[in-house]
Every structure is written in structure tokens, then in C-alpha cells.
């Protein structure tokens, strides 16, 4: 990765490289998976605040900065852990469902209970 950087910065190109441990995304200086995100919620009229992010990447860390609330996944670097709000003690597949319950019970069950 260090060298890949460092072919970017030597011939100045406005790319960044990042390892997702499933792919490397290059990726314009300056957009990040919070770029997207912040473009779909405001077309949507949601506000970042009321959004979950989950990830279990080190590219998703934008994302939890931005977003009301957010979740890593068991197999995410300690990095995205250290910036989540929530980590799940299961990776992939079932850190996904967990993940999903853990909102379910922790926002929407509170929202139903009291009749909003």
C-alpha cells in the first residue's frame, strides 16, 4: 500500500488507494464512502444524524464520522472498532443480523414502546 502511495504522490495524481482487505479502492482525492452517503441523504431529506452506519472496514471509518450511530463487525480492523459506537461480537453474515438487532432493540423498540 505504502508504495502504491507513493507512485500516486510522485507523479501527483489526485487518487487515493485504500485496502479494504477484500479490494483496494482507488478512489478521487477527497471521496470516501461518507462522499456518497452525504449526497443520498441529502436528496433523501435525512438528516446524517438519524443514520446507522455498519461496516467492517477500515474505508467505512467516513462513514461512522458522519453518520448518528454506528457499528463494526467482529472482523473489522481495531481501527474501525476504536470509531464505532457499537462492535459486534460476530463478523460477516451474522455480525450483519446481529448488527440489525442491535438498532432494532436499541432505537426502533424504544420508538414502538412509546407509541411514535
Known sequence: MEKAREILRRHD???TINDSKYAYH???LGVDKATGLRAALSYLNIPPTDTVAIG???TDIPMFELCGYSI????APQSSKNRANYVSEFGMGRGLVDAV???V???LRTT???GN
Open 105 to 107: 432493540d436499541s432505537f
Open 101 to 103: 438487532q442491535h438498532v
Open 112 to 114: 414502538i414502546t412509546e
Open 13 to 15: 495524481l489526485p487518487v
Open 72 to 75: 463494526a463487525l467482529a472482523n
Open 26 to 28: 482507488l478512489t478521487k
Open 56 to 58: 467492517d472496514s477500515e
